[in-house]
């Protein structure tokens, strides 16, 4: 079974051949060329509450924001910035200023607007959102409810948010009244808008960083003069100042993965039918019937929820070994739409991965996901089991279906990367089932960070892998791919881990899930490595126990606590990450490194306690009534 290794260190490799045209032939350790961007190293994140002072006087803001336009000039500005990139330039701006630190973040927001304030002032009135946060409301006289998406504004004059408002719907702004921004970045993918000028707090600019701006979305914001959420203030003329604005440019001027990510969404929605033909639920009515309801629920399933992260990976991947013509805008795409071939591979992809989430709910007994009810408990365990292998066998069949345009042997190689990931998945799987049947209270970290190995990684390396090959051959990147997927699928699953003590109870997650379900957690082995005798005895009575579930988590949670589990888990996700960008670092190609780069900053981002918008994401509720 596989030992990750979780120390950064990059095992190079040194093979070397004639040139050729492969997307293998793209990495190269012993050297970089002069005029290659630098590799983007990467810090652990800490706390930044100490960052995120806003100064007091307006003279004072003024002439940092002059300051940073000056700055944001100098910047190149053909791919988007890091949340590294913007930390180390607000940084190096309050050293030029002799400003204290704890206005990092207020000079990051502003470098970060105008890197991007010519493409937002480029965009359309029409194509652009406005973002205004609820604490701009009057608190002590607001008439105005709140629905699930925010709060309804009466437009009565008591607050500047119906000023804004109705100005912007005038120019033909969507106009967004909420907490934060965390479900704007669908919006965008679902293609409503195209950039964003928002008004926030430091604290939710700071999360939008993580979420919008890495993606490549021109964004401007105003930063609220304090974040207590409550009658608070900010720069009036700034937002006038960019609101009735629209200076277009003649191309854009820095990479984007918006386009990649609406073309990922078109699969699923409107090139849907056409890629995956219903053979047996045409019809409402044969939907309905014994024949057709398996089709019909698979198709649903597949359809339906879920962040697609894995398709997307494979046209990505697709894209950059193909030297990046959606990214950098220059793809001649019709209506956001990649070749049926490359559709169907993408789409086999999540095909298999549903498959998997149909399993394995039933497997762990889930009562719900993507905010709803799991298969098994709509349908019976049976047909849920019918159900997955149903997805299993389409997914296979759309590779089949794409072989006459990608050709047989890269259809083959295809399919043997699915396969592969398939295998290793089910054995990850049993791993954790055969633990949960017999617990082995001597389980050690490396045997949890194995079976996390197995259970993640392979659908991120089958998905990268496809992609790259749907581009040419892949020899002399595959390794590389296997063990960036293996740091990568670690880390997630260690920051999943910490995550599950989280909880979410409007999203039906239950705080210490894993440890009610008995699954053989890197917490779990972290807490048993470091426990006395007499801890290992609780530790085990409490997972055995069968008492009342909050008491036996506070217990827990107690424990881990003594025993600092989350901090060292913590850690082995920092350096899961590092190990992650170090090999990213190993790749010439301009464009997959920085695509790997994108991943790692996506699935290896640490988000907060989940807002209420982010709930409502995580349920999939339609968004159209929103704007």
Known sequence: MFEPSLDSTVEHDQSTGPADSSVGNQISTARRFDDDPPPQKRVRRKSTSHLKAVPQELADRERIKAAAEEFAKTLNKSQPFSKNNLEGWGRKLLEQLNEPEMYLGFAMVLIGNFFWKQQFLSIPFERRMLLLPHCLKHAAGCPAEYSQFGLECEKCGA???????????????????????????????????????????????????????????????????????????????????????????????????????????????????????????????????????????????????????????????????????????????????????????????????????????????????????????????????????????????????????????????????????????????????????????????????????????????????????????????????????????????????????????????????????LRPTLLLALALQSASPEQKKQIREIYESTGDNVSRLNQLRGLFNELNVFDKAQSLADKSRAGAEGLADSVESDEIRQLLYFFVDTVLAQDDEPTPLEKMQAQNRPLLHII
């Open 159 to 517: 607050c500047s948010i119906a000023d804004y408002k109705v100005r912007a719907e005038q120019l033909g702004y969507k106009v967004l009244v909420a907490e934060g921004s965390p479900v704007v970045l669908r919006i965008i993918v679902e293609g409503y808008v195209d950039g964003i000028l928002g008004v926030a707090c430091l604290n939710v600019l700071e999360k939008a960083i993580d979420k919008v701006l890495v993606a490549g979305v021109p964004s401007y914001a105003v930063p609220l003069h304090s974040g207590d959420c409550k009658n608070t203030t900010l720069d009036e003329a700034w937002v006038w100042d960019v609101l009735e604005k629209y200076e277009p440019l003649p191309a854009p001027m820095t990479r984007s993965y918006v386009p990649l990510m609406r073309a990922t969404s078109n699969l699923f929605t409107n090139q849907f039918p056409e890629l995956v033909t219903r053979q047996r639920s045409s019809t409402p009515e044969q939907a309905l019937s014994p024949l057709g309801q398996t089709e019909n629920a698979a198709l649903d399933w597949l359809a339906n929820g879920g962040k697609r992260f894995r398709p997307f990976i494979t046209l990505a991947a697709f894209d950059a070994a193909s030297g990046g013509q959606w990214v950098n805008g220059t793809a001649n795409a019709q209506d956001n739409a990649f070749t049926p071939g490359a559709a169907k591979v993408a789409m086999a992809i999540e095909a298999f991965h549903k498959a998997s989430l149909v399993h394995d709910d039933i497997q762990d007994n889930d009562l719900y996901r993507y905010g709803r009810q799991t298969l098994h408990r709509v349908h019976g365990i049976g047909s849920a089991i019918n159900i997955g292998d149903y997805l299993i066998g389409l997914g296979y069949r759309l590779v089949n279906e794409a072989r006459s345009e990608i050709g047989s042997d890269a259809a083959c190689d295809i399919v043997e990367a699915m396969s592969q990931a398939h295998i290793k998945l089910c054995d990850g799987q049993g791993a954790e089932m055969g633990w949960q049947q017999s617990p082995d209270w001597n389980i050690t970290p490396l045997d949890a960070l194995q079976i996390y190995a197995l259970k993640t990684s392979p659908a991120f390396e089958a998905a990268l892998i496809a992609g790259f090959r749907l581009a040419g051959p892949v020899d002399g990147l595959r390794e590389t791919v296997a063990q960036f997927c293996r740091k990568l699928g670690v880390g997630f699953q260690i920051l999943n881990d910490l995550k599950d003590w989280q909880g979410d109870s409007d999203n039906k997650l239950v705080a210490g899930q894993d440890a009610l379900a």
